[in-house]
């Protein structure tokens, strides 16, 4: 942490979902970058190391599942903690992303961005 921040990378395809994260993290102090489906976060996650990733299970391209499994196989990103998101609580879909290391696994809608900033902080400062 270069100026004290915690640097977050928020991995959503939904435009007004990101931004409304994207504002909430810089506004509670967060370093906030974010990347629009799993292969734009891979290429992000080679120049930015964040202290937390959150992470959409459902995006074109390559899905959360698929964008997990990569980061975990990375040495370099794989102890960073994963927070996945979603709108569908397919419990298949939360199986693979506690098999796979995820933190957490959120449904979006039953979570205000508030309450999800209080989770991640709450898992940063465990």
Do not use: C, H
């Amino acid at each position: 942490m270069t100026d004290g921040k915690r640097k977050i990378l928020i991995v959503e395809d939904d435009i007004f979902i990101r931004d409304i994260y994207s504002v909430k993290f810089s506004q509670s102090g967060f370093e906030t970058v974010v990347a629009e489906n799993g292969v734009e976060a891979l290429k992000t996650l080679e120049g930015f190391v964040p202290d937390v990733i959150l992470l959409d299970v459902i995006m074109p391209q390559m899905d959360g599942i698929e964008t997990l499994k990569n980061i975990r196989s990375s040495e370099a990103w794989k102890k960073i903690p994963v927070i996945m998101l979603t709108n569908i609580p397919e419990k298949e879909k939360i199986a693979q992303g506690k098999e796979y290391g995820a933190s957490d696994y959120l449904i979006k809608a039953y979570y205000t961005p508030a309450e999800v900033v209080e989770k991640v902080n709450a898992l940063l400062n465990a």
